[in-house]
């Protein structure tokens, strides 16, 4: 497996475990989750990546975590 692939998968992850109960939490709840998660897998986003990543999971849109990886941080 290579770094990226890692990467992809670790993200596609923390989304997952994000998205699961996003339903009745608001974004700042969202937002201290997604960065939780990010922290116990030991990668980091961009405010704006995390910004972009909160805002799509409150609005119940699918995360492209492949691109997201791709960027890096």
Same mark, same amino acid.
């Given at each position: 497996? +290579? =770094?990226? =692939? ?17 339903? #009745?939490?608001?974004? $700042? +709840? ?8 990010? *922290?116990?897998? *030991?990668?980091?986003? +961009? ?10 999971? #409150? =609005? *119940?849109? =699918?995360?492209?975590?492949? #691109?997201?990886?791709?960027? $890096?941080?």
């Amino acid at each position: 497996m +290579t =770094d990226q =692939d890692a990467r992809t998968e670790a993200l596609r992850n923390v989304v997952d475990r994000v998205t699961a109960w996003q339903e #009745s939490a608001t974004e $700042g +709840t969202i937002r201290e989750e997604l960065d939780s998660a990010l *922290g116990e897998v *030991g990668l980091d986003l +961009t405010d704006a990546q995390r910004e972009q990543v909160t805002r799509q999971i #409150s =609005d *119940g849109q =699918d995360v492209d975590v492949e #691109s997201l990886a791709s960027q $890096g941080a």
